[in-house]
């Protein structure tokens, strides 16, 4: 197979602009030019994937919250368990993702995380998504606010305990969330500010004074909001208003009618707009997969109808698809597929500090690549200039 790739015919979503009936050049793993099919070059070089005009090109996604998909788990802290999540993703325009943990027992959570360490360090391979990083989702919460995390498993914030797991991660945790109200809060949430680690508030029962307190030392993002953190009131505005209210904190939601109905979700969209809110899944190994009875951190799940909850109601996850979830911000609050795209992919990438190579098509930038057809559905994926997903066909 030819090493250049030519594809010709989609609107391409530019990070700057929309090119109608645009072709793009794929080189070395990167993308190598950009431009109006007019202006494109002779085919005879180029592999040539020649697309419907009605196509759109747009950025890989990426998932900051992920726990697993398609019957892996990141706790399941084996490297077939991660193989199976980066070649599943790409089928919902997932190019990166960050390998998220949940509560459980010290020795489970250390040898996930270095499971993750291993498999970034050594395994990692174009034409699947890359792990970009680890989401340490707990156990530093608050049991008021526990949902699907096993309440006998969390602690207080320990700076000590994090900067362990962080040497055996081989530093990749890249995003924390914790209840910063909780003793040890203030500490922990100043030293990942200080080495650029994102410290989100999530399973969190703060009052708006002290959100504002940890925003003072360095907190910066918001765990899947409206679900388990102080609702919104009049006379307590909570973790909710903060994150309404508070310009320095990115919002992560999850735009499935389930964590938070539609008309919720376009109440985030009005405060955040596109420039502060983030789309994640939260998904759990159950995606995928028919409904039945799985496992989330050593507890039994029942997923029926595109939930999935505990034995006792509380939601435990979702089965949510990335794709699925651009698909209903733009239904849900009217956003331009310009404001989807910086939701699914280019917030998510500056954050990060990756969006020098991803998050935006751009030349030079790492091929991660989504193409969508008329109706908004992911029907070809590229990592890094390899083609990972076709529709109708076997992935690559």
Same mark, same amino acid.
């Given at each position: ?31 190598? =030019? ?50 199976? #999540? ?128 940890? !925003? ?12 388990? #953190? ?53 998904? #759990? ?7 039945? !009875? ?17 034995? =006792? ?52 930038? =790492? ?5 969508? =057809? ?23």
């Amino acid at each position: 197979m030819k090493k250049k790739i030519l594809i010709t015919n989609p609107s391409i979503y530019t990070e700057t602009d929309v090119i109608e009936n645009g072709y793009l050049i794929i080189e070395d793993n990167q993308i190598k =030019d950009i431009g109006k099919m007019e202006d494109s070059p002779t085919s005879e070089d180029y592999e040539v994937i020649q697309l419907p005009r009605s196509s759109k090109m747009v950025p890989g996604m990426i998932d900051v919250h992920i726990h697993g998909v398609n019957g892996a788990d990141t706790m399941d802290a084996t490297t077939e368990a991660l193989e199976k #999540m980066v070649t599943s993703l790409p089928a919902e325009g997932t190019t990166c993702f960050l390998a998220t943990t949940i509560t459980q027992e010290k020795t489970a959570i250390e040898a996930a995380l270095q499971n993750v360490a291993d498999f970034i360090d050594n395994h990692q391979r174009t034409g699947q998504a890359e792990v970009v990083g680890i989401h340490l989702e707990g156990p530093f919460i608050n049991k008021n606010k526990a949902g699907a995390q096993p309440s006998s498993h969390i602690i207080d914030p320990d700076l000590q305990v994090f900067k362990d797991w962080q040497a055996l991660s081989n530093g990749h945790i890249k995003l924390v969330t914790l209840a910063p109200e909780q003793p040890g809060g203030a500490e922990l949430i100043t030293y990942l500010k200080n080495n650029n680690v994102i410290a989100s508030i999530g399973h969190s029962d703060a009052t708006f004074s002290q959100v504002e307190e940890a !925003i003072e030392h360095g907190l910066s993002h918001v765990t899947h909001l409206y679900n388990q #953190m102080s609702g919104l009131h009049h006379r307590e505005p909570g973790v909710v208003g903060a994150a309404f209210l508070k310009d320095k904190l990115m919002v992560e939601i999850i735009s499935d009618g389930v964590h938070a109905r539609p008309e919720a979700v376009q109440l985030a969209y009005r405060q955040k707009t596109s420039d502060k809110l983030m789309l994640i899944t939260d998904a #759990m190994r159950a995606k995928c997969l028919k409904n039945g !009875i799985y496992d989330l951190g050593g507890q039994e799940v029942t997923v029926t109808d595109n939930k999935a909850v505990l034995a =006792d109601g509380t939601l435990a996850g979702s089965v949510l698809r990335m794709g699925q979830a651009f698909k209903n911000i733009i239904e849900y609050t009217d956003c331009t597929v310009a404001d989807a795209i910086l939701m699914s992919s280019s917030n998510a990438a500056k954050e990060l500090g990756l969006y020098e190579r991803k998050g935006s098509i751009s030349i030079g930038k =790492d091929a991660d690549i989504v193409i969508l =057809d008329k109706n908004n559905e992911v029907v070809m994926t590229f990592c890094q200039g390899k083609l990972a997903f076709q529709k109708g066909e076997t992935n690559k």
